[in-house]
Each structure stands twice: as C-alpha cells, then as structure tokens.
C-alpha cells in the first residue's frame, strides 16, 4: 500500500526529500517494497493544496523553482485543517522554529497525532521543547513521532539509538554536534587566527553573518538538549545547559593542545549520573588516541558510552539539503517498516 | 506477550545472553515492554531441555558452571527435532561453525524458518554461506533472519545497514574488521617487533597459539564475504576473495607510514562498481585525516560511502562474550519491535 504523505513546507528541505524520493523510487520499491504518494503540501510562499489522490510533485517542484505559486488542487483549508482533514499516513513538518514558542510547529505536530498520523520532523522546535507531550500522544494514538532530522540529520543518531543500539543502557553521550567551529577549530590547526578563519567560514557559507549561533555553541546547545530528553528521558530546558563556545581560542591555545597530543574540539555532553541528567557544551581538549579527535572539517561524531559495549562512536555528516533529506526519507521507511506488517 | 526463546549451544554465548537476560530483566520490560521466556536448550555438553511453560536457567547456569550436565526437563528430542517442534518464536544458533560445510548451523536455521520460528545467530556459516537462501525461506515464511552477531559483534553494523541507513544506496564498505591485528600494528607502532607482538598477543589471549585466522587476514575476509552477501547483495564465495595478511609488515613499513603521516591498518573492503561487486583483504597505509586511521587497539571500525551522505563511519568493539551477547540482545529485540504492532 502506498503510504500517503503530506507536506508542511516546501522551502529547501522539502524540496530536497520530493527530489530523493522522486529519484529512488524504483529502488525503494524493489529494496523496500516501499511506494508513496503526496497527498498535501502547504507553504508560507506557494499556497496550500491537496489531493487526496496524488499531487503532482514535478509540476510543483518546476513551479517552485521559477518562484511561481502552485496552479494545481489549490485548497482554501488553513495548516490544522488540512493535517486534520487530509487523508495522508504521516505529516513531514518541516516549517521553520521558534526555540522560545516552538510554534507553529508544535500545532501542526499535535493536529496530526491527534488525527492518528504519523510525524516526521526535522524542526527542532517540539523535540527540544515539548518531546514527552509529543512522545506521549504519538504513543497513545498508535503513531510514531520521528525526529532523526533534528540532530546531526546526516548521521542517524536518535535510531542508531532506538534501533540496533536497543539493549545498552547510555550513561554518557560526548559529540562534535556543530560542524562550523569543527571546521573552524580544523582550520585553526593549520595556522589561521580566530577572526581570519570565522571570515573564511562565512564566505563558504558554513557560518552565518550574525555567527553566535555557531561560535558561541547554542546551535550545539539545543541538540544536547534534544539528546538528553530522547535518549536520556531527561526534563531538560534548554536555556540551563551550561554553554561556552569557541570565540575565546587563540592560536597559543591550539598549539598547546598539539604540545600534549591533542587537540580542541567544541564538546557537547550529556551525562547520566546515578539518574542525575546533566549536559554541557564546551571546548575541550581532546587525546588523539580519541576516536573524536580525529574527526576534522564540517563532521559530527558522537560516542555513546554504553553497559555492554562501551565505548561506540559514529562519524559523518551534519545536516544540508540532501542530508536532512535523507533524514527524512530514513523516518518515512522506519515507519513504512514498522507498520508493514500490520495493516 | 512474552517472547519464546529456544537456544541451541549453551557455552560462552548461549550462557552470556542468558546472563544479560535475566540482569536487564526489568530494563526491558519497562524501556521496550519487553519479556521473554526459554523454552529449550540444546548442548553437545550439558544435554537437551525442553519445557513449553518455560526452563529454570538460573539453576541451569548454576549447574553449567559446575560442569554438570542438565537435570530437570530433559528431552530425547534431537536438535532438529527440538527446533520443530518446541513452541518457541525465536531460535538462538549459538552453536560451532564449519565454514567449508555450514553445518551443523544450516540445518538448525532450516528446520526453525521452516516451522515458522525467528532465527537469530551469531554463527558465521549459515550467513557467510548460504545468506540468500536462508533470507529467502525467512521472507517465504514471514520471519526473520537476523546476524548482528556475525560480523563485529560489538559493533551494530548489519542492523544499522538495514535500519537507520536504510534510504542510502552503499558503494563501498572499508572496514577494521579484525582487533587482535588491529591490536598488533597498534602495538608494533609503539617499537616492538612482528615476532614479539605476536607473543604479546597470544599472552593476552588475543591470539590463538595458531594466529593464522588472524594474522593471515582469513577472519576478516570472511567478514568480507558476509557484507558482500548481505549488504550488497553479492554471491560472493569466501575462498574468492583476495587476502594478503600482516605477516610480512616490518618495523622499516611502520615507520615508513609514520613519516608520511600515515598508519598500516588491516583493511578489508568491499566494493561495488556499476553493479560489480568485489572484495579483499589487505594492510593499507591509511593516512591519519581518515577516521578509520584513529581506531586504535582491538577495535573494529567500518566506513560505509553512500550516495546521500558521503561516509559515515562507526567504531566500536569486536567480538567477546559480553559484545557478542549483546548482539544477540538487540537483534531479540528488533524481532520483538518489528511483531508488537501485528500479534
């Protein structure tokens, strides 16, 4: 059966997922069994529509890209309307964030829940903000809230964690949770100053013109954050993570980590002690004979201390159009194969 | 409703996972409402038990400790026999391989799918073997086929293939698949010779007093062959696949890497090239930007190339009584998170 998809956004991201999918559709349904169909797309800038049986993704994606407004299945239904009333299995929110409201996300995900669809989400607002709400009434309609998307997208970490790492229990998550100062930090290595690399990062678009997001480790903040309350079960706000960027690391201090064998790297930790849940980010220097020392550039990494394995760390990419795309695609097949065999 | 296990082998593993078992017991139930129940047990050793309301196995633990064989009920049933007709879900084949014939592993897994029960092993000679036909038969009789156990048990490597990188179409696969000579090359870099590390390592048990399996590269090319087979989706044979050892490595080579900002690790690959696929095991000079470059020790690490992502690597530990359990524990628990929805 087709699993019958509606869209919430159609900016970058959205775009990106109807591409993957358009471009693999054979081989997710020869690999997979998996076929699908959009159902529902709204957006701030090309309109809302629907059809319950099929939109025309590659007229709409055409029509986007000339910035032109949809033409097709327009719909007069308001955002909660259309989640509530569409026929879709599951609801891709990916709208923008509010960190301080989560909204509108945090309705769009609730309209859906309650309408027993299926969420997947790459907007950080309603897991950094309301994660057990959210969990909890996924759980009681017997729907799934997926939110790979919404740290380190181009590196499945939350189901790494539910899938095959189910059985450990994580007492500690360490990771390079921001690629920019990683980039940065790697940059610095090679003899750049502090001010000269953030300019060079900014003009290869890695950094932003307003660059405290990165630099100062909020952005790192708000997925240590997300960690804790998914994968730790924590109650955790986000402004009382503890929180030191890298904007205070001068070149004498990276050649002091290469005097010791290691090197600087932007932190994000999150830590259960005895069923006391803290996290932190900070700039630490890290051994070399660390599996995150060596991860350099615009990667992440994260290592999972667990009871049965100990140490287990994963390397790749952060999130860009085609990563948090692919986190997108990963969320639909999880559900696809999840609920396969019961419908 | 509770899980049926029935365990064919109670030695190192079999008697581990019923460790894990009965220490998370409450874990489980309350992360995953996850229970279980042995129902037979099957030993060269200790004898065969069969009981369909559930065995004692803390008294059999106790006993197997004490190198007694099993007092309480007992069976005459063969193994085969057992498999088919005890009234378990899943079947744990945790007994020897022979890697020329596959047996007697392959007749266990048959008679289990055949009769509808889950197959979960860690026994290298049914997947290395005759993957397709078993995953074949498991499909025909709407069960699983699960191998975490079999290539880096501590690792989840099959399981994160098939789940969270599910979407990614994977080209290449270059792995530390084999700790003792990642142990060894980890070593020889800190000053000793070939010949003494050897010794070192036979001390430490990591070696076997015939270190051929490893030194010889013969373990990781049959690792080789099973991510051909499974994540590939090759008929690869393991006697096929090239493999050059670390025997012939000097101290001259190690510090030849060194000097080139490099490190000789024993790599084996797998590769698909417009649908050809190849593989091999040889020592690389992989130089020290690499994350595979870091994984120092007995540690296995892999790095998979996707379309989508570029490469994402995973490190972690290799096989143990207690990594090799574990890989037994998640894939009992995909089975049960895969049926919850359906029974």
Same mark, same amino acid.
């Given at each position: 059966?087709?699993?019958?998809?509606?869209?919430?956004?159609?900016?970058?991201?959205?775009?990106?997922?109807?591409?993957? /999918?358009?471009?693999?559709?054979?081989?997710?349904?020869?690999?997979?069994?998996?076929?699908?169909?959009?159902?529902?797309?709204?957006?701030?800038?090309?309109?809302?529509?629907?059809?319950?049986?099929?939109?025309?993704?590659?007229?709409?994606?055409?029509?986007?890209?000339?910035?032109?407004?949809?033409?097709?299945?327009?719909?007069? /239904?308001?955002?909660?309307?259309?989640?509530?009333?569409?026929?879709?299995?599951?609801?891709?929110?990916?709208?923008?964030?509010? /960190?301080?409201?989560?909204?509108?996300?945090?309705?769009?995900?609730?309209?859906?829940?309650?309408?027993?669809?299926?969420?997947?989400?790459?907007?950080?607002?309603?897991?950094?903000?309301?994660?057990?709400?959210?969990?909890?009434?996924?759980?009681?309609?017997?729907?799934?809230?997926?939110?790979?998307?919404?740290?380190?997208?181009?590196?499945?970490?939350?189901?790494?964690?539910?899938?095959?790492?189910?059985?450990?229990?994580?007492?500690?998550?360490?990771?390079? /949770?921001?690629?920019?100062?990683?980039?940065?930090?790697?940059?610095?290595?090679?003899?750049?100053?502090?001010?000269?690399?953030?300019?060079?990062?900014?003009?290869?678009?890695?950094?932003?013109?307003?660059?405290?997001?990165?630099?100062?480790?909020?952005?790192?903040?708000?997925?240590?954050?997300?960690?804790?309350?998914?994968?730790?079960?924590?109650?955790?706000?986000? #402004?009382?993570?503890?929180?030191?960027?890298?904007?205070?690391?001068?070149?004498?201090?990276?050649?002091?980590?290469?005097?010791?064998?290691?090197?600087?790297?932007?932190?994000?930790?999150?830590?259960?002690?005895?069923?006391?849940?803290?996290?932190?980010?900070?700039?630490?220097?890290?051994?070399?004979?660390?599996?995150?020392?060596?991860?350099?550039?615009?990667? #992440?990494?994260?290592?999972?201390?667990?009871?049965?394995?100990?140490?287990?760390?994963?390397?790749?990419?952060?999130?860009?159009?085609?990563?948090?795309?692919?986190?997108?695609?990963?969320?639909?097949?999880?559900?696809? #194969?999840?609920?396969?065999?019961?419908?």
């Amino acid at each position: 059966m087709k699993q019958k998809i509606a869209l919430l956004g159609f900016g970058t991201v959205g775009q990106g997922i109807c591409e993957i /999918l358009l471009n693999k559709k054979e081989y997710l349904k020869e690999k997979y069994n998996y076929e699908f169909e959009f159902v529902a797309v709204a957006d701030f800038a090309f309109g809302s529509v629907y059809n319950p049986n099929g939109l025309n993704i590659p007229a709409m994606l055409e029509e986007a890209k000339a910035k032109k407004k949809f033409t097709r299945d327009l719909t007069t /239904l308001d955002n909660v309307s259309l989640i509530t009333k569409c026929n879709a299995d599951v609801v891709c929110e990916l709208t923008y964030t509010d /960190l301080d409201t989560g909204g509108p996300a945090i309705e769009h995900c609730k309209a859906a829940l309650e309408s027993k669809k299926h969420i997947v989400t790459s907007n950080k607002g309603p897991a950094a903000l309301r994660y057990p709400e959210m969990k909890a009434l996924a759980d009681k309609k017997g729907v799934k809230f997926m939110i790979e998307g919404t740290v380190v997208a181009g590196t499945p970490i939350i189901n790494l964690v539910e899938g095959p790492l189910a059985g450990c229990e994580i007492s500690k998550i360490r990771g390079i /949770l921001n690629g920019t100062t990683n980039y940065m930090l790697s940059e610095m290595e090679k003899g750049m100053g502090y001010d000269e690399v953030l300019k060079v990062a900014q003009d290869l678009g890695y950094a932003e013109a307003n660059p405290a997001g990165d630099v100062e480790g909020y952005d790192a903040r708000g997925k240590v954050t997300i960690l804790a309350n998914i994968v730790m079960g924590a109650s955790m706000k986000i #402004n009382e993570v503890p929180c030191r960027g890298i904007t205070k690391i001068t070149s004498e201090d990276i050649q002091k980590a290469k005097d010791t064998n290691a090197r600087w790297k932007l932190i994000g930790t999150v830590e259960n002690k005895d069923g006391e849940i803290t996290g932190s980010v900070s700039p630490e220097m890290i051994d070399l004979s660390h599996p995150l020392a060596g991860v350099m550039g615009a990667t #992440n990494a994260l290592t999972f201390t667990t009871d049965l394995l100990g140490d287990v760390t994963i390397v790749g990419p952060g999130a860009g159009r085609i990563e948090t795309g692919f986190s997108i695609l990963t969320d639909l097949l999880q559900i696809h #194969n999840s609920s396969c065999n019961c419908k």
